[in-house]
């Protein structure tokens, strides 16, 4: 079964990754906004907020793909909290060991999630393995996500 996810992610460090992990295909998506869109949007904090409590409506699971400083966003935060308000699961992705668009990989940052939210780090050091690892492991930690969510309803 598809899965309809929210991708939750520092855009100014992780665009590029978390493109990388939206293009896998295993689970459906939210699309990215447009540059023109994210400026209307970000105009207030109660936008914002509609913005991100409109993308979670229908969707199943919030993945948060925690790179070097996704712990320390404000929306990521946000985020989180609220896809648990609204009763949807969670996990979370390090995406530390993908590329970005120069070619670099980051440093590993801090989980943002409870512990008893599952996550996922791949093993492989190397970023064309580290997608794979990533693309075959996806539908099973958001499954995972689900069922640990049905637990603390």
């Avoid at 990754?17 to 207030?44: C, D, F, H, L, Y």
């Avoid at 904090?45 to 199943?60: G, P, Q």
């Avoid at 404000?74 to 993908?98: F, M, N, Q, S, T």
């Avoid at 590993?108 to 512990?115: E, F, V």
């Amino acid at each position: 079964m598809s899965r309809k996810v929210f991708y939750s992610f520092h855009f100014d460090n992780d665009n590029w990754r978390a493109g990388q992990v939206r293009n896998m295909g295993v689970v459906e998506g939210n699309q990215p906004v447009s540059g023109n869109k994210w400026e209307e949007i970000k105009q207030s904090e109660a936008a914002i907020k509609r913005w991100i409590d409109d993308n979670l409506k229908d969707k199943s699971c919030l993945i948060v793909l925690i790179g070097e400083k996704t712990s320390e966003r404000k929306w990521v935060k946000y985020e989180i909290e609220r896809a648990w308000e609204l009763g949807k699961a969670v996990c979370g992705i390090y995406i530390d060991r993908l590329e970005n668009s120069n070619g670099e990989q980051s440093l590993k940052g801090k989980n943002p999630l409870p512990s008893y939210i599952p996550t996922f780090e791949t093993e492989y050091r190397l970023s064309k393995y580290a997608y794979n690892d990533i693309k075959n492991n996806i539908t099973n930690l958001v499954e995972k996500a689900i069922q640990v969510r049905k637990t603390y309803r």
